[in-house]
């Protein structure tokens, strides 16, 4: 029975194909070892020795299941496979012979194996490149081309892994025709031949290499390296080339290993510019952390909830419960999440939940239907100008929605509480900045008075948040300019979103409460550098082409943003990124419930200047001293 199931289908081509093999390898060699006296030794011809050696050869390859491997699309480990059953077939051939007491020759054995292995391994290689080039489409019009195509000649910076990985996809794909060759800066590999492409030369010249191969398009594949390469190629690049377009591989901390790496592919943009730093994060303490639980995300829809969602997906979450107050944000997240948890073999169950966090009843339904375990609290009123106007949104967003989501923590058995706070906070000059202030002191009170697992993690600007300026300065150059910046000497942090979402779960998973952390954002870059180098991405001359206006410090900013206060104490977390403030002074447990008693609930009722009064009395550093009552038509709230 097993013998018939072996060689059903097309199964019974490779065995008769295997057997021609073996037994023509064996007789091969009998006549190049024992040429010219082959007749004396005639008898190790004989057919005990040929029946034999095709019956043990076919029964290991049996064994060894190389009759079920796919060798259409096949790779090494299955050529390793076929070898290893080559050596073993030849081997128990030679312990029969000599356990029968027939008369044998080494040499010729061993070269019947080597002329065996050669011949059964090289006929399934040339059977797998007949098929891939059926698939590419090189067969006579196997495929049609794919529209547009045609004209279409790639090159791929990086011929490393992801390089060769990237090439192997588009193979699949029956594209690989379109990949004209590579670039790479490790001398050694200058000239050599990858997967029947070439590789042309380094970096440095790629903009020769464009011309004289005619590329239309480049695929940046080095996801391990930093910006300042990444902007070097790029900037190459466009100074001659700006029509081309430019793809890149995400940063190794965005890729997921279960997705093919051509789908990953995006536009480049200025995250890859200035925001590809190194990052590690404690994969383990995460995993531990999270794994089982369920996690609810508020404000899911924005820039830093939705990339906290997507990353959440890695760790064995049991539930995520996305929660946003923007139907159109929301149903990105959803296509979002969607297209990610596709390559999840067994995911979490992913609930979509709209509504604001400062309806409490509403909240109070979803805590009750849900009962997470971990809360991620990112919702928040974040532009620093409209929010100077806005004084009691602000506060009632900020604040009151915070309060509301750290009594439903406390009443529902919310294990931890994480506040995503920000820079603004320390020493804040604008609204926003000092409500978020307040929502990290009301964060504190609640774990010194309830024993809540509340943790802050508190960071500066991100790349590519909504709201942020570099979309902004993009869609000024698009434009044609001028690119307005606020001041000459104005600086940010700068971070990609999922370095800092990254960072904040990690810190998540070290919390064992009431702590506040604050992120390693790195150097602050100036914003007027900024801005010139997204100019020269785009191929113009900073101050020539696409000119740098100066508009003012706008409403509630500041030139530079802090961490944290003056003077306080860091200690470094076991990821050098995260560090925790060891000297943050426990908070004023009166003023505090004085404040969430008299002032907090009519907040919205009370004009904007007894608003900024309240604001001062509970952050006395507060600056924000700019008169209320609406902004003057000719300032600007966006530059």
Not at 592 to 620: C, H, N, Q, T, Y
Request: glycine share 10%; proline share 4%.
């Amino acid at each position: 029975m097993v013998f018939f199931y072996a060689i059903r289908g097309r199964r019974i081509g490779y065995i008769v194909a295997d057997a021609l093999i073996v037994a023509a390898s064996y007789a091969l060699s009998f006549l190049v070892v024992l040429h010219p006296d082959t007749g004396r030794a005639a008898e190790l011809m004989g057919p005990r020795h040929l029946v034999a050696l095709v019956l043990i050869n076919f029964t290991v390859y049996y064994l060894f299941q190389i009759y079920r491997v796919m060798w259409a699309y096949s790779n090494i480990s299955d050529m390793y496979r076929l070898i290893l059953a080559s050596v073993s077939g030849f081997a128990l051939f030679f312990a029969c012979i000599l356990g029968a007491g027939l008369p044998y020759s080494r040499g010729m054995v061993a070269l019947a194996f080597l002329l065996s292995a050669v011949c059964s391994g090289f006929y399934r290689i040339l059977l797998r490149d007949y098929h891939l080039r059926v698939r590419a489409g090189d067969e006579g019009g196997a495929r049609s081309p794919v529209p547009g195509s045609a004209a279409k000649r790639i090159l791929v910076v990086g011929a490393g892994e992801a390089g060769r990985i990237i090439l192997g996809e588009y193979i699949k794909k029956g594209l690989g025709r379109l990949i004209d060759g590579f670039v790479d800066d490790d001398p050694a590999k200058a000239g050599k031949i990858l997967n029947g492409k070439m590789v042309y030369g380094g970096t440095g010249g790629i903009n020769g290499t464009i011309r004289e191969r005619r590329i239309t398009d480049i695929i940046i594949a080095m996801p391990s390296v930093g910006s300042e390469k990444v902007n070097r190629i790029a900037s190459e690049i466009r100074r001659e080339h700006r029509a081309v377009p430019i793809r890149v591989l995400p940063h190794v901390l965005e890729l997921d290993e279960r997705k093919p790496l051509s789908v990953s592919l995006r536009d480049i943009g200025i995250a890859d510019l200035i925001g590809r730093e190194e990052v590690t994060v404690d994969c383990g303490a995460i995993e531990s952390a999270f794994r089982g639980k369920t996690v609810l995300v508020t404000g899911a829809g924005g820039s830093i909830g939705s990339e906290i969602c997507r990353q959440l997906l890695n760790f064995g979450t049991k539930k995520i419960v996305a929660v946003g107050r923007g139907e159109f944000s929301m149903y990105g997240l959803i296509r979002n999440l969607g297209a990610d948890a596709e390559f999840l073999d067994d995911g979490p169950v992913i609930e979509y939940r709209i509504a604001d966090i400062k309806d409490y009843r509403l909240m109070d339904g979803i805590f009750r239907l849900h009962r997470p375990d971990i809360v991620f609290h990112a919702a928040a009123h974040k532009h620093v100008p409209l929010m100077e106007f806005n004084e009691a949104e602000a506060m009632q967003n900020n604040v009151t929605g915070t309060k509301h989501l750290l009594d439903l923590a406390r009443d529902h058995g919310v294990a931890e509480f994480v506040f995503i706070s920000t820079d603004k906070a320390v020493n804040p000059s604008s609204v926003m900045g000092a409500t978020k202030r307040i929502a990290e002191m009301i964060t504190r009170y609640y774990h010194a008075r309830w024993g809540l697992g509340t943790s802050i993690v508190r960071f500066g600007n991100v790349i590519g948040s909504r709201g942020s300026v570099i979309p902004l300065f993009m869609e000024q150059i698009e434009r044609g300019g001028p690119v307005t910046v606020t001041h000459p000497d104005v600086t940010r942090y700068f971070m990609s979103i999922p370095e800092a979402s990254l960072l904040v779960i990690n810190a998540a998973a070290y919390s064992r409460g009431g702590e506040v952390f604050v992120l390693d954002m790195g150097r602050q870059y100036r914003v007027a550098d900024i801005a010139r180098r997204l100019i020269e991405f785009y191929g113009h001359r900073a101050d020539q082409a696409i000119e740098i206006e100066y508009t003012g410090l706008r409403p509630g900013e500041k030139l530079h943003e802090d961490l944290f206060y003056s003077g306080s104490r860091l200690e470094k977390m076991e990821n050098d990124k995260l560090f925790i403030l060891a000297d943050a002074a426990p908070p004023d447990m009166e003023a505090i419930e004085s404040f969430m008693r008299d002032d907090l609930p009519d907040i919205a009722a009370r004009p904007a200047g007894e608003i900024r009064a309240i604001i001062k009395k509970m952050v006395p550093e507060f600056e924000g001293d700019s008169p209320p009552g609406g902004p003057s038509p000719n300032r600007k709230l966006v530059s």
